[in-house]
């Protein structure tokens, strides 16, 4: 085990700044202990698998403890998964709701991971189906293709799992893809990247646009995936998930009061570049709740074709 103790200039809402990391409350790379004092984190490095525990002290300290060959790499960039180079500003809100909440809530940050690969797979696993399948798939690759979590995270209650390797992902055998919920357009596009996935980690070094081009490469990868990873890998601050179901909607009714399209979010959204996204995160975590009219979307069950 190693730790590390860094202590923000600025203030950080330890849990907020995380919480988009998490895929669902089953996600076997992330726990979260003692009502979210302690956070516990599992991924893959350039040097190997890491787990890391971060807590904070009465003082604002955050406290990490690593373990695993990729340790030193994730709490050398403890800062920037907190959001250290993030500039929240010079963001100038254009709407009461999104200033309430940026007003409210000023220790949400962008973070960076520096990793793309992680966050890459479960996002094109969410392309086009509900969260609920998306999760399920999640859970069913990381438990039974992936390995335990370095250090004591596997003593944790139900233990805790690495993310996939490129090289676990390649060795799933089709008729497994089926049995854990992804449909063959999903599990085409993870099989590309998971072949070029050593390439793709450039995208994080490039950031911005250019980093979202670099991803929008790989065939079944869109502006939507690009950006789910942007927001994540490197803390893009204008990467706009264009083409979710439920976000132009949430948009338009939180700022115009009524619903929207990619279209009609992009105009609404225009003031706010070169920081759309951030805008997007304040009016997710402001509290607004859109009118709902009609059922929800039903999930589906691939492993029932």
Do not use: N
């Amino acid at each position: 085990m190693i730790e590390r103790e860094w202590r923000p200039d600025f203030r950080l809402d330890l849990a907020g700044v995380l919480a988009p990391l998490r895929r669902g409350r089953g996600d076997p790379s992330w726990r979260s202990v003692g009502e979210g004092s302690a956070i516990w984190r599992v991924s893959t490095t350039p040097d190997g698998p890491a787990t890391v525990r971060m807590s904070r002290r009465s003082d604002g300290t955050v406290v990490a403890a690593g373990w695993g060959p990729g340790a030193p790499w994730e709490l050398d960039g403890l800062p920037a998964l907190l959001g250290a180079h993030d500039e929240p500003e010079s963001f100038v809100a254009h709407h009461p709701l999104i200033a309430d909440a940026a007003r409210r809530l000023p220790g949400i940050r962008l973070g960076s991971t520096r990793r793309v690969w992680d966050q890459l797979v479960p996002a094109i696993l969410e392309q086009k189906v509900t969260g609920i399948e998306a999760r399920r798939s999640w859970r069913e690759l990381c438990w039974r293709f992936s390995d335990p979590a370095p250090g004591p995270a596997g003593a944790l209650p139900r233990g805790m799992r690495v993310p996939p390797t490129p090289a676990q992902i390649r060795s799933i055998p089709d008729w497994e893809w089926h049995r854990a919920g992804v449909d063959s357009a999903r599990r085409r596009a993870i099989l590309a990247a998971a072949a070029v996935a050593h390439r793709l980690e450039k995208a994080a070094e490039l950031g911005g646009e250019e980093g979202r081009i670099l991803l929008r490469r790989i065939p079944g990868i869109g502006v939507w995936t690009a950006a789910e990873v942007a927001q994540r890998a490197w803390g893009d601050p204008d990467a706009v998930s264009f083409g979710d179901f439920h976000i132009p909607t949430v948009v338009g009714w939180a700022l115009v009061g009524r619903p929207l399209d990619d279209r009609g979010m992009l105009e609404v959204l225009a003031p706010y570049a070169p920081q759309r996204h951030r805008a997007v995160r304040y009016v997710e975590i402001s509290g607004f709740r859109r009118p709902r009219f009609g059922p929800r979307f039903s999930p589906r069950d691939y492993r029932e074709l």
